[in-house]
């Protein structure tokens, strides 16, 4: 559980977590030293993202299903959570009625649909965080893992299952705030967030959140049924033959899985301030394939470091050469499953000179070379 | 009934035939007892112009129409001292007066003038007199819209015109529409109840939602006798079944048309995915690829041969193909090979290199849509009956689409190449052992899968906007239909495109077509649980490996 390596990701993670808030209030805005307030939302953004790629690590690198609706997990815990800061805009909107959000006033709504109520409470909506997504997560893997959908044919579901969900949630009707999601958030628990204090105390809670996933996939992959998930992940078929019901543990880790998706959804729409359709669309839920290839799958802190890696070179492309920023994410994908099919974690794994003992982890073996239930 | 505001067009046709009555040397002698009607136009009163206008229409003389319809437009006007009527137009942004007959220059309009005004109920007289006007028209479109005004606003002085004009009438669509205005000119305006009833009947013949509106003002209208009534509804009836099953088949048609276009896009895709197992993400940019190819051949003909630019597709269509299997053969060799046997890395590697082409593509040639024009045997529609029309170039996609399959099929089975191709699947060493060379059949398999999407690129470019998301559109519900259909199963591919298209169509106006989409895809997604290996599942030990 505790390996070299999940203690030196643990103690990165943790000085993080105290250094960066730290260097944003506690030192002067023009000393060398300072972060600025922008920065530590982005890097809260990037923690985020990270937490969404060990989730994804934790089906697809331990498990072998490659979901490719992941993106869906994660947008709707965010739009749980943009829900709830919609309810808490209160009388403040645009049109400024007391219960409505403004795209429903505009929309000349009278009254708030069912499902938005008990939203304005806190517990309430921190619990369907985690419920709404797991609840997806659980009713699609409970009909495709039972009737045997594997491999490419289970990924193309959740591709449609995202694409499904991005044109409902454009629609209007949904109450969802339709084409353009929700916005204009005002305060989260009291407090303003758009205030440094918030902004800061965001990032930790990322920090914190992105801390407890990793080491809940951590607690499950080191245990026996992370053997079990491995087991399954090289040799279903033969898995199943020992006796094991193989679906329920894939029903299970697929929906732990969701629900962490879902809790770095809830973090990442209050520090960005929107949530809106396009966060279904297939295509970002490729990416985040890709973030996990690229860091190495199936080592979960390599997950982490390769959305931050690909989200910063991302950041930055975007801005100085936007045009060549396709290109650079298009070689990725082809460059590191051609050639770097261990990732970065696999790359600094062999400048270390120390490539992990098999006997100490089963897990790390990539599996996809054998044929049998791919 | 709806009364429409002058549009453009209808403003065009009384300038073109003002020119060709300048250009006639026959007006001249003809516009005498004319110029006198026109002149009344100026009367006081509405009755009085009503008179005038009614015995413009009385001369059935074509040249009085532009006077019409100039009245109409609002622009006909007197001059104060003399009352002589002109017409006025603007011209480099000053007044300028026109006889309405001639269409001489009268200079500008320096004068005092006055507008003739109009009413409504006038309007009306005015449009059914223009239409009565223009029945005899040389052009076959002008004198179907005139046949259409007469049917929109009936009256009775029009029957004896509009049946001199039928029987001269040659043209079949024309002649159809002025029996229409006919049967409804002796429902609405017939001096017995035999002839109205006779109308009435005869109207049941004409499929279209505004006879169907006729009629049922007729059998609703309170004044109407008894008889009458009867005869209308039952009409009616009949109409209304005949209606009904007209938008069963527009639905059908659609539906297969969404069907083939789906078809196209997933042949391709069969061979990759289906037969080779390899899941090429990028293969939607195979598709785009074979549109941005039609419009670069269509930009090369319309720059060198523009004699022969309506063939140009001829040109396009081995040119995508050859577009799309090049890239295919590069890709396969350059990646695809490297990657058997992992087909989720396979998934990824392709996903990138679509994002790769995508880029390329917006940087060649911008990111804004392309035009890509229809040749002319492709634009327009044929006309089966009134109320229902199928567009040409949807005919056309779903025989491309059908001819794409049979062809593919053929090549599958009886060539040299679909022999090779089959025993590679079936049992690579196996096939290796007899001497194929396997390798060079992958490539030109997967060359060969999408070359084909480059060829549905041709077809897709007809009627989708050609920019470079264009394969995006089609990439997962190609996958859709493959799975649905049954992997390494053409006529499954075949059948799969085409139901999930009809269901599509006739989802959508019961659903709308957002949620007809996730419907749809609900019910594959679903369906997929039950038979997982699809519609036409092949059978036997080779499909578990």
């Known amino acids: 559980m505790f390996s070299r390596e999940t203690v030196l990701f643990l103690i990165a993670l943790g000085l993080a977590t105290v250094l960066v808030p730290l260097a944003n209030l506690a030192l002067a805005p023009e000393s060398v030293g300072h972060v600025p307030t922008y920065v530590v939302s982005l890097l809260g953004k990037y923690l985020c993202y990270a937490l969404l790629a060990i989730s994804v690590d934790l089906v697809w690198g331990f498990c072998g299903i490659l979901s490719l609706g992941h993106g869906a997990f994660f947008a709707l815990g965010g739009y749980v959570m943009g829900m709830h800061l919609m309810r808490g805009i209160g009388d403040r909107g645009v049109y400024g009625h007391p219960t409505l959000p403004d795209f429903m006033v505009f929309l000349d709504w009278k009254e708030l649909p069912w499902y938005w109520h008990g939203l304005d409470m806190f517990p309430l909506a921190a619990l369907l965080v985690f419920l709404v997504p797991g609840a997806l997560a659980f009713t699609l893997g409970w009909f495709a893992f039972r009737s045997r959908v594997t491999g490419v044919y289970l990924s193309i ?104 998706a879902g809790l770095a959804g809830a973090l990442y729409v209050p520090q960005v301030g929107i949530i809106n359709p396009s966060e279904f669309a297939p295509a970002i839920s490729i990416e985040i394939v890709i973030w996990v290839a690229v860091g190495g799958r199936g080592t979960l802190w390599g997950a982490a470091l390769g959305a931050f890696a690909i989200n910063y070179a991302k950041t930055y492309f975007t801005g100085a050469l936007p045009d060549a920023w396709l290109f650079v994410l298009g070689g990725l994908f082809i460059v590191s499953t051609l050639f770097l099919p261990k990732g970065i974690a696999g790359l600094l794994r062999a400048v270390a000179g120390r490539w992990p003992k098999p006997s100490a982890r089963p897990a790390l073996k990539p599996a996809t070379a054998e044929a049998g239930d791919d | 009934m709806s009364r429409r505001r002058p549009t453009a067009r209808r403003c065009l046709g009384p300038i073109v035939l003002l020119l060709a009555l300048c250009f006639s040397p026959l007006t001249v002698h003809a516009d005498e007892p004319l110029e006198t009607l026109v002149q009344a136009l100026a009367a006081k009163g509405f009755k009085a112009k009503t008179k005038a206008v009614e015995a413009l229409a009385a001369s059935g003389d074509a040249a009085a129409a532009p006077v019409l319809e100039a009245l109409l437009a609002g622009k006909l006007h007197y001059v104060k001292k003399g009352r002589r009527v002109v017409r006025i137009e603007k011209r480099d942004g000053a007044k300028a007066m026109f006889d309405p007959l001639a269409g001489t220059d009268l200079g500008p309009a320096k004068r005092k003038t006055k507008k003739i005004t109009i009413n409504n109920k006038l309007r009306r007289t005015i449009r059914g007199a223009l239409g009565a006007l223009t029945l005899l028209s040389p052009s076959p479109t002008v004198r179907r819209d005139a046949a259409r005004a007469v049917f929109r606003s009936p009256r009775a002085d029009s029957l004896p015109l509009l049946e001199k004009a039928l029987a001269k009438e040659l043209d079949d669509a024309v002649a159809h529409e002025m029996r229409r205005a006919i049967a409804a000119l002796r429902l609405t305006a017939g001096e017995d109840l035999d002839v109205r009833l006779a109308g009435a009947h005869a109207l049941a013949d004409f499929p279209d939602p505004q006879v169907r509106d006729l009629l049922a003002r007729i059998a609703n209208d309170a004044a109407t006798p008894a008889a009458l009534k009867a005869a209308s509804e039952e009409g009616l009836a009949a109409l209304n079944r005949r209606l009904e099953l007209l938008s069963l088949i527009q639905n059908l048609f659609q539906g297969i048309s969404l069907g083939s276009v789906l078809l196209l896009a997933a042949i391709g895709l069969a ?275």
């Open chain 1, 157 to 260: 579901i959740t591709q449609a299952m995202t694409f499904a969900l991005m044109l409902a949630f454009f629609r209007n009707d949904m109450g969802f705030g339709g084409n353009n999601g929700m916005t204009d958030f005002k305060e989260l628990l009291g407090f303003d967030l758009q205030s440094d204090g918030m902004r800061n105390a965001l990032y930790v809670a990322s920090a914190l959140a992105l801390g407890f996933g990793y080491l809940l996939s951590r607690a499950i992959t080191t245990s026996k049924l992370g053997r079990l998930l491995a087991g399954i992940r090289d040799a279903e078929a033969r898995t199943r033959f020992l006796g094991y019901r193989v679906e329920h543990y894939k029903l299970f880790v697929f929906t732990v899985s969701a629900m962490l």
């Open chain 2, 271 to 545: 061979i990759t995915f289906g037969v080779m197992g390899v899941i090429n993400m990028a293969h939607g940019e195979m598709v785009m690829l074979g549109a941005y190819t039609t419009f670069v051949v269509q930009q090369l003909f319309r720059e060198h041969l523009p004699a022969w630019d309506a063939y140009s597709l001829a040109v396009a269509i081995p040119a995508a193909f050859l577009v799309g299997g090049l890239f295919g053969i590069a890709i396969e060799r350059g990646i695809i090979r490297w990657l058997y046997g992992r087909p989720l890395e396979t998934l990824l590697a392709t996903w990138g290199l679509s994002l790769i082409l995508q880029q390329l593509v917006r940087t060649l040639f911008g990111p804004t849509n392309r035009e890509v024009a229809n040749p002319e045997w492709m634009s327009g529609a044929l006309e089966i009956t009134g109320g229902l029309a199928f567009t040409w170039n949807r005919i056309w996609i779903i025989v491309f689409a059908l001819a794409v399959i049979l062809a593919l099929t053929a090549l599958m089975r009886w060539t040299r190449f679909g022999l090779d191709m089959r025993a590679v699947t079936q049992n690579r060493r196996m096939a290796g052992a007899v001497g194929i060379r396997s390798g060079m059949v992958d490539a030109l398999t997967f060359g060969l899968g999408s070359g084909i999407a480059g060829m549905a690129g041709v077809a897709l470019s007809q009627i989708d906007n050609v920019s470079p998301n264009l394969g995006q559109g089609y990439i997962i519900d190609s996958f859709l239909v493959v799975v649905f259909g049954g992997v390494g199963n053409l006529w499954g591919t075949l059948v799969g495109a085409l139901s999930l298209g009809i269901a599509n169509k006739f989802l959508e106006p019961w659903a709308g077509a957002v949620l007809a989409k996730i419907l749809i895809l609900v019910a594959v997604i679903l369906f997929i649980q039950k038979r997982p290996r699809g519609l036409f599942a092949l059978k036997g030990r080779a499909v578990e490996n």
